[in-house]
């Protein structure tokens, strides 16, 4: 029996297929978008504007769609990340080789295991400080906190219309509309 090569950063930069990530040392396709993905993908990035603009409270790079390469087979694209600006004082480009101090994704139907079991110890490894997983389908929003070498739950919003959620509690985000209502 031969054994299984683990593909690399390398192996993911050379790849011609689009919306694909190395998860597990598997160049793995993205879930088809869904509108309800790419709505709340939308509006949480509009709720969190503030945060990436000098007139808000400020200090932090948030995208969307961008990869992070961890470990050399480990490079999973985030539907939203973000690094405080006093750890990455320029704006980057390419691929991310430092861990965000946040990240949110939007949990597909198929693809729970990925962003519920994979990604969380993932990015326990690398100690990212917060992450949130969003359910569009149920209007929910799970954040964790890393707390000693763990996440712990530090809010579970569902059908809330606002809230302060942290690492962005200085400002009140729109629930109900980041989360799907119309």
Known sequence: MEARQLKTIDDLLLSN???VELIGGEIVRRPMARFQHGMVQKRASRELGPFDHPSGPGGWWIATEVSVAYEPHECPSHDLAGWRKERLPGM????MDLAPDWVCEIVSPGHERKDTLHLPLLLQRH???YYWLIWPEDRTLIAHSFEDRHYKVIATLKDE???RVPPFE???LDLAYMLGAE
């Open 92 to 95: 980057p480009s390419g691929v």
């Open 161 to 163: 219309t606002s809230a």
């Open 170 to 172: 200085a400002i009140e």
């Open 17 to 19: 297929e689009e919306r």
């Open 127 to 129: 100690k990212v400080p």
